[in-house]
C-alpha cells in the first residue's frame, strides 16, 4: 500500500457577495437572526454564466501551482459535487478539458456535503493500488441554484465557491517521511433521505428543483454524527483526538461547528471557521477553509489536520492527515 500526501491547496469564490442586509430585503428575515441562528454574514454568489466548472477549474489551477504541478501532470480528477454544470458529462471531464489536462481519468462524486471528504477517500484509494500520482479532488459548488428564494428557512444558509487539493504519493518530489493521509470514516444512513433533498431531478420531476431541509432534525443529528466519525477517523488514524492541531469541519452552522467541539472538548482555537465569509458551500466548504487557514498562516506544513463532514443522504465522514 502506497500512502497518499496532500501536496497542494487552493480555492477560488465568485466575485459577487450577497449580505444578510441584502437579503432581508426580499425576504422575511433580517441580519440579527441570521448571525444569531447560524453565524452566517455574507455569502458569494456565482455569475449566471458562470457554471460550477469555472469556479472549480480555478480552485484546481491554483492547488496544482502550490503543489509545484501542472495540468500536464494530472492522471486523475475527482469532483465532489452536487451542482453539476449538467447532468452529464461529469462535471470532472470538463474540469479536464478547461484545465488542458491529458487523458486520464475523470469522474464526478456524489455525497453532498460530505463529498469532499468521500472524493478524498477515492483518490486516496487510487494512489495506495498504484493508480494515480497525481489526483486533483475538488468540491465545487453553485448551491444558490437550488434555493428557493421565497423559503427563508433555507436560502439565507448557502453560498457558491470551489477549493481543491492535489492528492500524491507520499514518496513522490517534496514530501515528507511523517506527511500523509492517515485514516477515514465514511457514514451514510438512508432511511434519513427526507431530512435533507432537493425536490427535483432527471428520473423524478424532470427539473432541478429546490432545496428542501428539516433544519433542526439535520442539526440534532449533526453534532452527534460528526463527533462519532472525528472520534472514528481518529481511531482509524492511530492517533488521538488532543493530538489533531487543526478541525476543518464543514462550514453549514457556527452552531454545529461549536456543538461539535464541546462535546470533543475541543480547543476552540484549532477549530477553523469560515462559515460567517463563505455560508454553506457543501461540498467545497472544507476545502475552502483549509485553503483560508493555510493562506492565513495558522495550518502550517507539518501539522496533523482533521477534516469532517455531514450532509444529505444522510452522509458523514472524518479524515485525518499530516500536511
Ligand atoms: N429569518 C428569520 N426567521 C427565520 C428564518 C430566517 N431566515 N428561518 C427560520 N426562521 C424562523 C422559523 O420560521 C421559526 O419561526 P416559528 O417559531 O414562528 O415557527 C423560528 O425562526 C425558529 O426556527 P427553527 O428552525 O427552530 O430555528 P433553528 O434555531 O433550528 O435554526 C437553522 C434554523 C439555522 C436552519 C438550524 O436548524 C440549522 O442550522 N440546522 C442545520 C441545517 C444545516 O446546517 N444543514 C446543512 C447541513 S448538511 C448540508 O450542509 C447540506
Not at 500500500?1 to 501536496?7: E, Q
Not at 489526483?135 to 441554484?145: F, P
Not at 493530538?243 to 482555537?269: C, M, S, T, Y
Request: net charge negative; proline share 3%.
Amino acid at each position: 500500500v502506497i500512502r497518499s500526501a496532500v501536496t497542494g491547496v487552493g480555492s477560488y469564490l465568485p466575485e459577487q457577495v450577497v449580505t444578510n442586509e441584502e437579503l432581508s430585503k426580499t425576504v422575511d428575515t433580517s441580519d440579527e437572526w441570521i448571525i444569531e441562528r447560524t453565524g452566517i454574514r455574507q455569502r458569494h454568489k456565482a455569475r449566471d454564466d458562470e457554471p460550477t466548472s469555472d469556479l472549480a477549474t480555478e480552485a484546481a489551477r491554483r492547488a496544482l501551482a502550490d503543489a509545484g504541478r501542472t495540468a500536464a501532470d494530472v492522471d486523475m480528477i475527482i469532483v465532489a459535487t452536487t451542482t453539476p454544470d449538467m447532468t452529464f458529462p461529469a462535471t470532472a471531464s470538463i474540469v479536464q478539458r478547461k484545465l488542458g489536462a491529458p487523458v486520464c481519468i475523470a469522474f464526478d462524486v456524489q455525497a453532498v456535503c460530505s463529498g469532499f471528504v468521500y472524493a478524498l477517500s477515492v483518490a486516496d484509494g487510487f494512489v495506495a493500488r498504484g493508480l494515480s500520482k497525481c489526483a486533483l479532488v475538488i468540491g465545487a459548488e453553485e448551491m444558490t441554484r437550488l434555493m428557493d428564494w421565497t423559503d427563508r428557512t433555507t436560502c439565507v444558509l448557502f453560498g457558491d465557491g470551489a477549493g481543491a487539493v492535489v492528492v500524491e504519493p507520499r514518496e513522490g518530489q517534496g514530501t515528507s517521511a511523517d506527511q500523509g493521509i492517515l485514516g477515514f470514516a465514511l457514514r451514510s444512513d438512508g432511511t434519513k433521505t427526507d431530512l435533507l433533498y432537493v425536490d427535483g431531478g432527471p428520473a423524478t420531476t424532470g427539473t432541478v428543483g429546490h432545496l428542501r431541509m428539516a433544519g433542526n432534525q439535520v442539526f440534532r443529528h449533526a453534532v452527534v454524527n460528526i463527533a462519532e466519525a472525528i472520534t472514528g477517523a481518529c481511531a482509524a488514524a492511530g492517533i488521538t483526538v488532543p493530538e489533531v492541531d487543526w478541525f476543518v469541519p464543514h462550514q453549514a452552522n457556527q452552531r454545529i461547528i461549536k456543538g461539535v467541539g464541546d462535546r470533543l472538548g475541543l480547543d476552540e482555537h484549532k477549530v477553523i471557521s469560515t462559515v460567517a465569509m463563505h455560508a454553506n458551500t457543501s461540498a467545497a466548504s472544507i476545502p475552502l477553509a483549509l485553503d483560508t487557514a493555510i493562506r492565513d498562516g495558522r495550518i502550517r506544513r507539518g501539522d496533523l489536520v482533521l477534516l469532517e463532514a455531514m450532509g444529505g443522504g444522510l452522509t458523514w465522514g472524518a479524515c485525518a492527515f499530516r500536511l
